[in-house]
């Protein structure tokens, strides 16, 4: 019974360019690995290389769920697809508050999983977002390359399905909150410090869409390293206007700032 709906639900998935992979199910309460003191029920996956295994080929999923009929379905995240991890039993909620008091999150594809947590989804086109636990807060992980979320409509350990909350679509991650997420992940500001051995393309050619949050995030970070958040404010402005293609809205570049202000102010103090 699972068995047709995962299988369906996968084949959704790859069908809009998630790559899946099949993990293990629970039975009354147990991994369906039948290890009592399994480590990560319901959780882990059932091909010998999990995640590296992740596929959008329609024949290789259902030759999964052919083999393993029961099989809960994992998403790999990465490639433009970052998914927030809500724990509550580890203030994960308090977490997601404080978080929105930051970021004004958009409605996005959410899901809630069947142990009482949340996974919000949000593109990030161009973005390369790794996975990091905690970093955002208790509780609060990013999931995103070289990372997972099991999905609807999968079995939890508890018993529950794993459910789709809503109806809204995946929504692009705001450039605040990409600014966040880049900051919680150190491996992503090394790739970008080497970038910026790029830093003169900034002002000869355009910026496209899909790159826009992330360059404006990191030239901010540049900025204030040095200048004043209202200084750095006004020269983003300008450089948003005049470089990409189509300028963000002022809205975001000022949130931008925020976000990456309230952590360069603090370093500063700490110095
Ligand atoms: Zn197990």
């Not at 018993?159 to 679509?169: T, V």
Request: aromatic share 6%; with cysteine.
């Amino acid at each position: 019974m699972n068995a047709d709906r995962c299988l369906e639900w996968a084949e959704r998935y790859a069908q809009r360019g998630w790559p899946v992979f099949p993990v293990h199910s629970a039975r009354v309460g147990v991994c369906t690995c039948r290890q009592v003191d399994c480590s990560s029920p319901a959780k882990h996956p059932l091909t010998t290389k999990g995640l590296k295994d992740a596929s959008t080929d329609l024949e290789v999923i259902r030759e999964w769920w052919r083999r393993w009929p029961e099989a809960n379905v994992a998403i790999a995240t990465g490639r433009g697809l970052v998914a927030l991890d809500i724990d509550p039993r580890h203030e994960g909620d308090e977490s997601l508050r404080a978080l929105r008091r930051r970021v004004e999150l958009p409605a996005t594809a959410e899901v809630t999983t069947g142990g009482g947590g949340q996974h919000l989804y949000f593109a990030v086109p161009g973005v390369t977002i790794r996975n990091s636990a905690s970093k955002l807060g208790k509780g609060l992980d990013v999931r995103g390359d070289g990372g997972y979320v099991v999905a609807p409509p999968s079995v939890h350990q508890s018993g529950q399905r794993y459910a789709w909350h809503g109806d809204a679509p995946v929504a692009e991650a705001p450039a605040s909150l990409v600014a966040l997420l880049a900051a919680s992940d150190k491996a992503s500001a090394r790739e970008r410090r080497s970038a910026l051995g790029g830093w003169p393309t900034l002002v000869t050619e355009r910026v496209r869409e899909g790159e826009r949050n992330e360059t404006i995030a990191s030239l901010a970070g540049l900025l204030l390293r040095r200048l004043e958040p209202v200084l750095a404010f006004g020269l983003l402005l300008g450089w948003n206007a005049r470089f990409c293609d189509p300028p963000i809205s002022e809205d975001e570049v000022a949130k931008t700032v925020d976000s990456i202000a309230g952590r360069e102010l603090r370093s500063r103090v700490a110095r």
